[in-house]
């Protein structure tokens, strides 16, 4: 309920529309980079929301279609690996942010944005709030939308590649992942510009 308290002390101050904006996939070696933003109407309220990473995989399932259903506006944006290769990954998840906050059907006021960085030449007033999705409901709301979105193309794409495992490790680093690599090389969906695959 702290999330939504947090909310909240945004509204009383005459913020009208606020969204949260987080994403998912940042860190992995494969696959794409996700974000998502979420506007809540001033008065809702959903039990159990928190930070995606906070979440069983049962859990943040359950939310994903609560949060879509009870969101005033929502929109979530990929960027695949071979513009995370060619721009990088901070300005990937920069574009990814500001094309999902563009892809709203109603313009915010604010933006809450998960982390310390603002998001480069977006038009609308924004803030940049570090652990915002352990914080702020609509950016914990974001995040679940933006992690249970990346999982299901990780899922997808396992079965495209099977022998890397996508399903498990959903293209992080782990101890097998990289063992796949040794043994076959990468594929189509790794991100060629990260170690220890470069």
Known sequence: MNLFSF????????????????????????GPVVAAAVIFRQNVIIPNLN???QLSKKER?????????????CAVETVDNKIIDKINILQATFLAMSS?????????????IDGNHKIPDLSFKQEAIVNGDTKSACIAAASVLAKVTRDRMMAEYAKQYPVYEF???????TKKHIEFLKK???????????????
Not at 16 to 30: C, H, W
Not at 167 to 173: P, S, T
């Open 7 to 30: 909310d909240k002390k945004i509204y009383y101050k005459g913020v009208k529309f606020v969204s949260g904006i987080d994403e998912a996939g940042r860190g992995p070696l494969a």
């Open 100 to 112: 999902a906050v563009l892809k709203l059907q109603i313009k915010p006021d604010l933006c809450l």
């Open 184 to 198: 076959y090389g990468h594929c189509p969906i790794h991100r060629l510009t990260f170690t220890p695959i470069k």
């Open 51 to 53: 930070d995606s990473k």
């Open 167 to 173: 399903e498990k490790h959903k293209g992080y680093g």
């Open 61 to 73: 399932e359950k939310l994903f279609v609560i949060i879509k259903e009870k969101a005033l506006a």
